[in-house]
């Protein structure tokens, strides 16, 4: 199979998408938009397919362990340094494969929802030719096949997603949104930038499969060498690989970079299914992945991990039982779930049945990916009948939107984890990971998975229970582009969790069995019936039992209401420390040192120019006197000297 022609046209055409419409979809292809760019999705998502199909079923395994295929490998910039190099590659993989299908399948969705969601968009093919320019970027990042090249996609994933969440450019919200998912993501792609020039320095290579051997090897000299040498108490090799987690958690909304994520919902909500659902937001959680081998080799950075994804996953969880918006209770589901993905990588062991983390890890990405764009697109759907974010507007729309209540609410049963669904089996692994691996952080999970199913649930009940709102929709529930992906989903949300994933995926390569423990089961599937109870008796019908419970839990819910307060702890911070002691003191630097020494230099070459401008005024008369006087002047010198 030529896995380097098909893999180079699952970049290029999202890639020739983005060109074509971008520059001609407004004057050529202004109707044909959304057809153009679907129709190339449909195209990649079925290459996607197919290669997985053939690369697990056919060429990917070689005596029971599953090979990287480096499909395309050229060499772009040489170093002088240790024969650095940076070379662009195709790496295929099992994590980079199943990405593909996730990437591509969650990205034809959302593109076939778009077809109804955003007709009447003035910027209709602007809107098509971003999401193929995020769709390109993110395919280049997983099929990397060094951590440098991982970056530049990294980053280019940076600016679509900025593109697309300040879509609404006349919104000043909209604005405001995408400057700060920018800038927050910046900050932390600084610390990733700084953990791989770490990296390849040490090591001498870029190359993902070159940095795993060589710091595989506990007598190789850029294992020793990283080891080490330290600084504050930590190795090299820890401050790299928490410097590399940083970019992650940056990308992966985790605690505490997790603040532009919520304002992140004020693009089109298809956007918020593609970016917020499985591809921009487990970006870090890929790149853990993918250096998962080096991780596991260092005690603190798999502390790190799992202790930001368990603090993240519960903090989430409990802000998310508070809001209001549809959206944002969506954002900082998404926030609680990949925190859920997290800390399963970082208390996973290594090598079958011990990186059971691993493998649940990326399990309950490939779940999370569907059940959460369905949960977004359904929440699209709600408020294109609505026409408003906020679920105190909403109510009894059971009755007037029967498919997306029926596929709303089997996403609803399968991120709490409600068995046969999806989310039971890949969060049931990650709960078993989490008890083998550290019992404290296995309670919180427990505790988190309660919560999901509560604020799931308070969500659902809101919507499409409660009292009836009168609502002035004329235009139905939608039409069958927006509809089809919500059938689909449902579909993938009800059997991806029969897949055999851990005889595909694993943390090196060889598959193995996993069963189900019903007797482990009991506990988290006991909290998930409490939560969808406990929600039912507060939100089922509208009463005064919410209002009075809050009330009752006095600052504790208001604290959680506004956030916990950490994005004003952020203003503080840059606006009255960062601003006040360092912005303006190197303002002032700036104006009236470092451009009041260049103004000084330039007046004084000024004032002196005018001074001595007489002694090129081109009179022969004067430069004769000058000659002359200073002919005497040295005459009289030398007869000084002389004597």
Request: hydrophobic share 55%; charged share 10%; aromatic share 14%.
């Amino acid at each position: 199979m030529n896995y380097a022609l098909l893999s180079a046209l699952l970049l290029l055409l999202p890639l020739a998408s983005f060109v074509v419409l971008g520059i001609w979809g407004r004057s050529i292809f202004r109707k044909a938009s959304g057809i153009i760019g679907t129709a190339v999705l449909g195209t990649i998502a079925a290459l996607s397919v197919y290669i997985a199909c053939q690369y697990f079923l056919v060429d990917g395994q070689l005596n029971g362990t599953y090979q990287p295929i480096i499909a395309l490998q050229a060499e772009w910039l040489k170093f002088g340094y240790k024969e650095l190099s940076i070379d662009i590659g195709i790496l295929l993989d099992p994590i980079s494969v199943m990405m593909l299908v996730v990437i591509t399948v969650v990205s034809l969705m959302v593109h076939i929802f778009s077809l109804g969601y955003m007709k009447d968009e003035e910027r209709y093919s602007t809107y098509f030719a971003f999401l193929s320019l995020f769709t390109f970027s993110m395919l280049g990042l997983v099929i990397s096949v060094n951590i440098f090249q991982i970056y530049m996609f990294w980053e280019l994933v940076g600016v679509s997603s900025y593109l697309l969440i300040g879509f609404f450019f006349t919104k000043p919200s909209a604005v405001a949104a995408s400057k700060k998912a920018f800038i927050v993501t910046r900050f932390a792609d600084l610390g990733f930038l700084i953990g791989i020039l770490i990296l390849g320095i040490q090591t001498g290579t870029l190359d993902f499969s070159a940095i795993i051997d060589r710091l595989s090897n506990p007598q190789s000299e850029a294992f020793i060498s990283m080891t080490s040498a330290g600084f504050l108490g930590l190795s090299t090799l820890t401050w790299a690989l928490i410097l590399v987690f940083m970019g992650g958690a940056g990308k992966s909304a985790m605690f505490p970079l997790h603040i532009w994520l919520p304002d992140a919902m004020e693009g089109p909500t298809p956007v918020s299914a593609l970016i917020h659902a499985a591809t921009m937001v487990v970006a870090g959680v890929y790149l853990v992945a993918r250096l998962f081998p080096i991780f596991h080799l260092d005690e603190i950075a798999m502390s790190v991990v799992a202790w930001v994804g368990a603090t993240s996953a519960l903090f989430a969880a409990i802000i998310a039982t508070t809001q209001t918006d549809i959206k944002r209770v969506l954002a900082y589901s998404t926030m609680s779930q990949i925190g859920y993905m997290m800390f399963s990588l970082g208390v996973s062991g290594y090598g079958g049945e011990a990186g059971l983390g691993f493998t649940a890890s990326m399990f309950h990405l490939f779940t999370h990916a569907f059940f959460k764009s369905l949960l977004f697109l359904g929440a699209g759907a709600v408020i294109h009948y609505v026409h408003s974010n906020d679920m105190l507007d909403m109510g009894g729309l059971r009755k007037y939107m029967p498919v997306t209540h029926a596929t709303f609410l089997l996403a609803c049963l399968a991120i709490a984890g409600v068995p046969p669904l999806s989310g039971f089996f890949s969060k049931e692994e990650i709960l078993l990971a989490a008890y083998e691996g550290n019992k404290a952080i296995y309670f919180i999970a427990l505790f988190t998975a309660g919560l999901t199913a509560f604020y799931m649930f308070r969500l659902y009940f809101m919507i499409f229970w409660q009292k009836e709102k009168h609502y002035h929709a004329h235009h139905g529930e939608g039409p069958m582009s927006m509809k089809l992906p919500l059938i689909i989903l449902s579909l993938l949300t009800i059997v991806t969790g029969f897949i055999p994933f851990a005889q595909y995926v694993s943390s090196n390569g060889k598959g193995f069995d996993t069963h189900l423990h019903l007797m482990f089961s009991i506990a988290p599937v006991a909290m998930v019936i409490i939560g969808i109870g406990v929600a039912y008796v507060l939100y089922q019908k509208a009463n005064d039992k919410p209002a009075n419970l809050a009330s009752a839990m006095g600052g504790l819910y208001r604290a959680a209401y506004r956030k916990f307060y950490i994005d004003e702890l952020y203003l503080f911070i840059t606006h009255k420390i960062i601003f006040r002691f360092i912005g303006k003191p190197a303002a002032w630097t700036d104006k009236n040192i470092v451009d009041g020494t260049v103004n000084t230099v330039a007046s004084a070459t000024d004032d002196v120019s005018f001074m001595i401008k007489g002694w090129q005024s081109g009179k022969v008369q004067q430069y004769a006197m000058y000659f002359f006087a200073g002919a005497l002047l040295l005459a009289f010198i030398f007869i000084y000297l002389w004597h």
